[in-house]
């Protein structure tokens, strides 16, 4: 069983540049959420979606982009690096029970 | 901002023994769930608690939802190298969206 997969699993980007990571669960969950965490933290909700077409800001919204085209696929796009944006990346899926499952985690660097 | 706040950030314990790690928010919590982080990995969960009161059990770790719904305990018994970890609180809605809590980090000294 996959779960949830995440690609690419670490990633270098320089200030200015764009990128989208991908995130696909393959369980038909209807819940889907980014995460990002940073040092002291904990994972703060960056987008979620409910369903197909369906996404919302979480807490930390600003410079992230996301669509939801099918149940299965959730990427995250960074419209334009700032070194602000260096975290993990963690992608979740979940279904009416509400346990979460999580992907492996993007690293990204923005230098 | 975080609604739900852990103590310790940081725990020491020596293998064999016990500790306790807490989760504590101001206002009354729909539920809670436990997640556990291994270094390096990505958070897997361990529990989810619904009813004031309520107490799970699983092997070494007892998991507490307090009587007013505003705080939650995971305890873990005669500790192992397995342990180490973050160990996170979140509250979760109804649509699946979770608040977590900075974490205890748990070190594990044999």
């Known amino acids: 069983n996959a779960g949830v997969t995440q690609t690419p699993k670490f990633q270098v980007l320089k200030t200015g540049q764009s990128m989208t990571l991908q995130c696909a669960q393959d369980?038909?969950?209807?819940?889907m959420s980014w995460y990002r965490q940073d040092p002291g933290m904990g994972l703060r909700l960056i987008h979620y979606s409910v369903g197909a077409g369906i996404t919302d800001q979480g807490e930390v919204p600003n410079g992230y982009n996301v669509s939801r085209s099918t149940t299965e696929d959730f990427p995250l796009r960074l419209l334009s690096a700032a070194p602000s944006q260096t975290s993990v990346y963690f992608c979740?899926?979940?279904?009416?029970?509400?346990?979460?499952?999580f992907g492996q985690g993007t690293r990204l660097t923005v230098v | 901002g975080q609604q739900v706040m852990q103590i310790p950030q940081y725990q020491h314990v020596q293998e064999g023994e016990d500790f306790t790690t807490y989760c504590n928010s101001s206002t009354t919590l729909s539920n809670i769930q436990w997640y556990k982080q291994r270094p390096g990995g990505h958070p897997v969960f361990l529990i989810q608690?619904?009813?004031?009161?309520e107490v799970k059990k699983q092997k070494r770790l007892t998991f507490q939802f307090g009587e007013a719904k505003k705080n939650s305990s995971l305890h873990i018994t005669a500790t192992q190298t397995t342990d180490v970890g973050t160990y996170f609180c979140a509250e979760t809605d109804s649509w699946g969206k979770l608040q977590f809590g900075a974490g205890t980090q748990v070190v594990v000294t044999p």
């Open positions: 369980m038909n969950h209807e819940y």
């Open positions: 979740a899926s979940s279904s009416q029970s509400l346990k979460a499952f």
């Open positions: 608690l619904v009813k004031s009161g």
